[in-house]
Nanobody, 120 residues
Framework: QLQLRESGGDLVQPGGSLRISCAASGTFSGIRDVRWYRQAPGKPRELVASITNGGTTDYSDSVRGRFTISRDDTRNTVYLQMNNLKAEDTAAYYC??????????????WGQGTRVTVSS
């Protein structure tokens, strides 16, 4: 069964770094575009980073220069490296991926989220 799972969330001090992961498991042919979202209580879900099947990346203005999205297709995993973390980065982080369950048949998938808390 196809599943996405985020991991790596933790409590981090301001200015610190953290890498979170999004791993796909189950039966599928490949992973296309992947996006990281975050959502803080009382705020709408925000797109923070994306990476295409070809490796093209994009970032929201609030994280550009501090966050890096990458992928390791041999491990079916996408990463978000977060540096110089700020209190406003505190949120639950979710990955959203377009996954081919068969050649030419993509489906959308969401993970359950991993919590990142930035606090001194």
């Amino acid at each position: 069964q196809l599943q996405l799972r985020e991991s790596g969330g933790d409590l981090v001090q301001p200015g610190g770094s953290l890498r979170i992961s999004c791993a796909a498991s189950g039966t599928f042919s490949g992973i296309r575009d992947v996006r990281w979202y975050r959502q803080a209580p009382g705020k709408p879900r925000e797109l923070v980073a994306s990476i295409t099947n070809g490796g093209t990346t994009d970032y929201s203005d609030s994280v550009r220069g501090r966050f890096t999205i990458s992928r390791d297709d041999t491990r079916n995993t996408v990463y978000l490296q977060m540096n110089n973390l700020k209190a406003e980065d505190t949120a639950a982080y979710y990955c959203n991926a377009d996954i081919e369950v068969a050649p030419g048949l993509p489906v959308g998938a969401w993970g359950q989220g991993t919590r990142v808390t930035v606090s001194s």
